[in-house]
């Protein structure tokens, strides 16, 4: 069975330092792994993805998240945290053998001025 | 303008009352989702579709039902049996399974009263 876990209800960070959002996995096979960033009600934003290859990706807006294979982790990364950046964003994972796509609770970012 | 559209955006029943929540797309996707959200649990999928004609459970799908006669189109019906209907509902689609990421709609927000 597939499952995503985000940790963290909510992230306070102060504008200009860098900010993490925890993302972890499980999955049978490999995956392929998503963020999504949601402002308050609309639908979700597509940010970046990881298929294979190289561990560092990078997205959209100055957002990068690491894929690491022995902690089953994909932290989504920004070196310099903007006010804007304050939404919901959501961790999901498909695995190469399934068609189904699961995300996370979610995690609030909250960034301070 | 290619995208996914939903609607209504807003929508009340009385209980007992089946509804249907509209979900057309003009990007040629094949694959097609339907969510729930509520506060605090993240999305959860109700339905999914890989080709017309065809679809399966998600992970909630007691209480709703769906259809995928065209392509472009998915509509969702929350029934009389799904007990507690309120929530935000997100309809998503993707070119295919596997690594490429969903895009999703603007939601539909359902209130029972």
């Known amino acids: 069975a597939q499952s995503v876990a985000q940790p963290e209800d909510q992230v306070n960070v102060a504008e200009g330092n860098p900010l993490t959002v925890k993302c972890t996995y499980s999955?049978?096979?490999?995956?392929?792994l998503f963020w999504y960033v949601q402002y308050p009600n609309r639908g979700l934003q597509f940010l970046l993805k990881?298929?294979?290859?190289?561990?560092l990706v990078k997205g959209s807006y100055g957002f990068e998240a690491e894929f690491n294979k022995s902690q089953t982790s994909f932290h989504l990364k920004k070196p310099s945290a903007l006010v804007s950046d304050s939404a919901l964003y959501f961790c999901a994972v498909r695995a190469t053998n399934t068609d189904k796509l699961i995300f996370g609770t979610g995690t609030r970012l909250q960034v301070f001025p | 303008d290619g995208g996914i559209t939903q609607s209504p955006k807003y929508l009340f029943r009385k209980e007992g009352q089946n509804v249907t929540l509209s979900c057309e797309q003009n990007?040629?996707?094949?694959?097609m989702y339907w969510y729930r959200q509520d506060p605090g649990q993240g999305l959860r999928l109700i339905y999914y579709?890989?080709?017309?004609?065809?679809?399966q459970k998600g992970d909630i799908a007691e209480g709703y039902s769906v259809s995928r006669e065209k392509k472009e189109s998915f509509p969702l019906t929350v029934t009389s049996a799904q007990k507690n209907p309120t929530a935000f509902y997100l309809c998503a689609s993707s070119i295919r399974t596997g690594s490429t990421e969903a895009f999703f709609g603007q939601g539909t927000r359902l209130t029972v009263v």
């Open positions: 990881y298929i294979t290859g190289d561990n």
């Open positions: 579709s890989q080709i017309v004609n065809d679809f």
């Open positions: 990007l040629n996707h094949d694959a």
């Open positions: 999955v049978s096979g490999n995956p392929y």
